[in-house]
């Protein structure tokens, strides 16, 4: 038997415990051990009781660096603000994840979004692999190429931020008796990337993929949470993923009831005991995470920030989808998948008026429809218990090479 320590450490959103659970049962179905460190422990906790995975608190930066630019237009100008800076700041939490990782007895590390897990499986010996969506899984380049493509970005820029973390990550490497990184993206790849997503949704927009490596399709919970419970009455429903920190989401609810939807909500914020930001009978809170598979099939219209793992079940399931990202890889996000004519992005739109237009247009022009069902038609034939399983092999493997 083997321990797999699985990890979260930035990003937000149940997506990343959604791409890890399913691995993790996966590899104990095969009589191995699989703890769980994850960045937000309040939301994705009672999901984890549920299917009784234990779970720990991931070490995650807690303080704020000024004079970064801003936006941030590279992963390492993200790890800038993230406790890459300085060697001495990053040592910090190199040394939460070690200690961890040394208590649990871990053999491997699989990590979402994970760069400083990986980095402290290098001082330790252990091998890694990462799983997640094109945002965070990039290209093997040095520099680390920018992930707003339309956008002209100088070269000098790319390579300061990947000199200066590289420069940060080699000194804690030095100190543990380590050899060197030769690029930052080894951070994000591991000794194996699996890229779980499709070329069409990919925030590089890469084509090929280098040898060895291949497109493994979107991964999330296909079942979990509470079943859906729809209000009584008449109108098209709705299944709302929305967070209360969105000043959107509020307008967004209040546009569904304009629209006579009715509406199932999770907002984690209300589960928790904040009060509605809308009350109305035709919203019903669920008071814990959805089974958003069964729920897509008495829905025509999902309303969510544009976290590929929920937005994809609704196309899948075709379901159009009205997005409301909260920050730019769920903006990056949000642009590439409107462009299928599946979906509207509202990112910039204010005030219940404009989202009750596009919540209209969404449900009574039939080409959004159409769209989301062509999306669902062309990946018919993905497999989400095999890639499930592919994960979990891949994992296998790459201990029985090390």
């Not at 797999?4 to 959604?18: K, M, N, Q, T």
């Not at 939301?43 to 009784?52: A, T």
């Not at 990184?181 to 890229?195: E, K, Q, Y």
């Not at 990112?347 to 009750?356: A, D, Q």
């Amino acid at each position: 038997m083997k321990t797999f320590v699985l990890c979260w450490e930035l990003g937000a959103g149940l997506g990343h415990v959604g791409r890890l659970v399913p691995i993790a049962k996966a590899l104990e179905a095969r009589g191995h051990r699989c703890v769980l460190m994850v960045r937000d422990l309040v939301q994705s906790g009672g999901l984890l009781r549920e299917l009784g995975l234990p779970a720990l608190q991931a070490p995650v930066w807690l303080h704020h660096v000024a004079g970064l630019p801003d936006p941030r237009v590279s992963l390492p100008e993200i790890l800038l603000g993230q406790g890459y800076l300085l060697a001495a700041t990053l040592s910090g939490l190199v040394g939460g994840w070690t200690s961890a990782l040394e208590t649990i007895g871990a053999d491997a590390v699989i990590g979402d979004y994970a760069p400083t897990a990986v980095l402290a499986a290098r001082v330790l010996g252990l091998p890694s692999i990462t799983v997640g969506l094109g945002f965070y899984m990039p290209p093997d380049a040095h520099p680390m190429p920018s992930f707003l493509t339309g956008a002209a970005v100088s070269a000098q820029r790319l390579q300061q931020a990947d000199a200066r973390v590289l420069t940060t990550v080699n000194a804690v490497l030095d100190a543990a008796g380590r050899a060197p990184l030769a690029r930052v993206s080894t951070l994000f790849r591991g000794d194996a990337p699996l890229l779980c997503t499709w070329p069409e949704l990919d925030h590089y927009g890469r084509g090929a993929l280098p040898p060895g490596q291949r497109w493994l399709g979107p991964s999330f919970m296909t079942r979990g949470g509470e079943p859906p419970a729809w209000n009584d009455g008449d109108g098209p429903r709705a299944f709302a993923y929305l967070k209360a920190g969105h000043l959107a989401s509020a307008d967004a609810l209040r546009a569904l009831v304009a629209a006579g939807c009715q509406t199932l909500c999770y907002m984690p914020e209300v589960a928790a005991g904040r009060a509605p930001p809308v009350s109305s009978p035709l919203i019903r809170y669920a008071k814990a995470p959805v089974d958003v598979a069964a729920a897509m099939k008495d829905c025509r219209l999902m309303v969510t920030h544009a976290g590929e793992a929920t937005v994809v079940q609704g196309l899948m399931a075709g379901v159009p989808v009205l997005m409301l990202p909260m920050h730019l890889e769920q903006a990056l996000m949000a642009a590439q998948v409107a462009r299928s004519g599946a979906a509207i992005d509202a990112n910039g739109m204010k005030g219940p008026g404009p989202l009750t237009t596009a919540v209209r247009r969404l449900l009574h022009e039939p080409a959004f429809a159409a769209q989301a069902r062509a999306f669902a038609e062309r990946h018919a034939t993905f497999d989400q218990q095999a890639q499930i399983e592919a994960i979990a092999e891949a994992a296998l493997g790459l201990l029985r090479l090390h």
